[in-house]
């Protein structure tokens, strides 16, 4: 029905920069609030990013001044620009939507696949 599809991973050295980039497409009739998640090994699922329709954004204490989200709607593509990035952000990287479909006009939370983000110290 819809799916989210990541790109932009990789390995980096610490300091470095990496651009992720989520892509939904589908039965979507619009998107709400579009978001990245990052779990490392042995650890929960956390927040990173938030960002809703109208452009506000909501960052975790950990990234905040060094990540950027944005989007762009006419896409359905919501970026993370990772700047400084540490031996600690080391992760597998989700995107999350709240993708409104066309055929019911229900909201429905949508997950990527995840991509791998290293860095290297």
């Known amino acids: 029905q819809v799916q989210l599809v990541e790109s932009g991973g990789g390995l980096v050295q610490a300091g470095g920069s990496l651009r992720l980039s989520c892509a939904a497409s589908g039965s979507i009739f619009s998107i709400k609030a579009m978001g990245w998640y990052r779990q490392a090994p042995g650890k929960q699922r956390e927040l990173v990013a938030t960002i809703t329709s109208g452009g506000s954004t909501n960052y975790s204490d950990s990234v905040k001044g060094r990540f950027t989200i944005s989007r762009d709607n006419a896409k359905n593509t919501v970026y993370l620009q990772m700047n400084s990035l540490k031996p600690g952000d080391t992760a597998v990287y989700y995107c999350?939507?709240?993708?409104?479909?066309?055929?019911?006009?229900?909201?429905?939370?949508?997950w990527g696949q995840g991509t791998l983000v290293t860095v290297s110290s």
């Open positions: 999350n939507a709240a993708i409104v479909v066309v055929a019911s006009l229900n909201a429905l939370a949508a």
